[in-house]
């Protein structure tokens, strides 16, 4: 059988599938008049990519006046209900809604379900499903309570009322805590305070505590719901945890830190336009597949738009809300190469690995590369919307810097953008559409499509003779 159930559905076709179906609808929804500030039918392409983005927790859309000036109450609760099933998984919230109807599940069921929520526990798929939705209410109810004061200075006063308030702490909580980079400033600031109509009636101890609030919903959502479970067994003591957790927990560490640092060396000292310390911390965040930003990118260095490809090619980890190709592949790959280098075999943490898992890392990189390197080749082709010349973008940054930039963005499911998505043409936002699908179910999901194909090798009686050629 493999990895099909009774009916002979694969369960990767099926997470495909239920987030393609959830895409179609809400942009469906998002043409509608009544989602519109202006009363009239959208135009599909760009209600296309804001589902996708959404749904995929990306964060770019084509949206010129940002999303607050662009969508109605209504048009933003449905952003926010796809943000939502994107950030969990539609195959984990409809697990969890039959589970509390249903008592006890088949087996086959089990395992089924466990296949489509990528857990390797089949008997326990149940309980670890519960865990994630509880995990995720209480992470975004006590984003809402720490965003409230936020909110509240920023309304109460200045035209706004408790209403305000309270959809905007909640709104940012779920986007924050589901890496999503949807926010409803005016315009399109996101978190940057100069010139922002809200965020500027924040004082500067309120400002450093909402954009901390966001670092820690950012981090929370990125990095797996399996981690955070671990951490909470207070019956295990830190030497305990799994390997999983410590690779986790380590890369995530250095990431940051090391992001941070560079980030802030490479544009801290410029001329114009520096980068703070706590911009450098949040820019190092942010590129963990969020998307907010207090810092514009266009005004990024050449080596501060490298820097923060590489953090958004790598995003989150496993389990998590975040995309990108997770922090335990580059884990693996580190641990690998430094393991060759010293003739030892790969282990870390009194735990070695199989050869299966360094391929598997490898061929997750190569494929993200290939997929990052085709597109942008593809898109510079396209160049611009015919009726549109850079200078009309008002970005100072080439137009190569900027496609690679948002390439590297949409594929992390990250959110960060120089500015032209509004300016390219419908090839190239479709394009957009693909890496940010192809980012957040990662390539790995679709290769297995074919898993029964790939393990033949496993069933074979046989073995070749091995034989080793030149490298290098």
């Known amino acids: ?249 380590i890369t995530t560490a250095i990431l940051l830190v090391s992001g941070a640092l560079l980030i802030f060396l490479t544009d801290g000292f410029k001329g114009a336009n520096r980068i703070t310390p706590f911009q450098a911390i949040f820019q190092s965040v942010t590129c963990r597949t969020a998307g907010f930003s207090t810092y514009l990118q266009d005004n990024l260095s050449i080596a501060g738009k490298a820097i923060s490809c590489f953090l958004m090619m790598i995003g989150g980890s496993p389990l998590s809300t975040a995309g990108g190709i997770k922090t335990t592949t580059l884990f693996m790959i580190t641990l690998a190469s430094i393991s060759y280098f010293r003739g030892n075999k790969v282990s870390a943490f009194k735990r070695s690995f199989s050869t299966t898992m360094i391929v598997k890392a490898l061929v997750l990189l190569m494929l993200a590369i290939s997929v990052i390197l085709i597109s942008y080749l593809v898109i510079v082709t396209i160049g611009l919307d015919p009726q549109y010349k850079m200078e009309d973008t008002g970005v100072v940054s080439s137009f190569n810097e900027a496609v690679i930039f948002d390439v590297f963005s949409c594929f992390g499911t990250v959110g960060l953008s120089i500015g032209i998505e509004s300016y390219l043409p419908v090839a190239t936002k479709i394009i957009f559409c693909l890496l940010m699908f192809l980012g957040r179910l990662g390539p790995i999901t679709f290769f297995q499509i074919f898993q029964n194909s790939m393990d033949k090798e496993d069933l074979k009686h046989y073995k070749l003779v091995e034989e080793d050629i030149l490298i290098g």
């Open 1 to 249: 059988m493999g990895t099909k159930n009774k009916k002979g559905i694969n369960p990767y076709v099926l997470v495909i599938l239920s987030f393609l179906v959830v895409i179609l609808i809400g942009s469906i929804l998002l043409i509608m008049p009544w989602t519109q500030k202006n009363g009239q039918w959208a135009s599909y392409i760009d209600a296309l990519v804001a589902s996708f983005s959404a749904t995929c927790v990306t964060g770019i859309t084509a949206y010129r006046n940002g999303v607050a000036d662009t969508l109605t109450f209504g048009g933003q609760i449905v952003l926010l209900v796809m943000i939502q099933i994107g950030g969990l998984g539609f195959i984990t919230i409809l697990t969890f809604i039959i589970t509390i109807f249903k008592q006890r599940l088949e087996f086959r069921d089990r395992y089924f379900i466990s296949q489509m929520v990528n857990s390797t526990n089949f008997a326990d798929v149940v309980m670890f499903v519960r865990k994630i939705i509880l995990i995720s209410f209480i992470c975004e109810l006590v984003g809402t309570l720490l965003y409230f004061p936020a909110f509240y200075q920023v309304f109460i006063g200045h035209g706004g009322n408790i209403g305000d308030v309270l959809w905007y702490s909640i709104f940012h909580s779920i986007s924050s805590f589901n890496n999503a980079g949807f926010d409803l400033m005016h315009g399109t600031l996101s978190y940057i305070r100069e010139g922002n109509e809200l965020l500027s009636h924040l004082s500067n101890g309120m400002y450093i505590y909402f954009c901390s609030v966001a670092m820690g919903l950012i981090i929370l959502g990125g990095i797996s719901f399996l981690v955070i479970i671990d951490i909470f067994n207070f019956k295990k003591k830190p030497s305990q945890w799994r390997s999983f957790t410590k690779a986790v927990l």
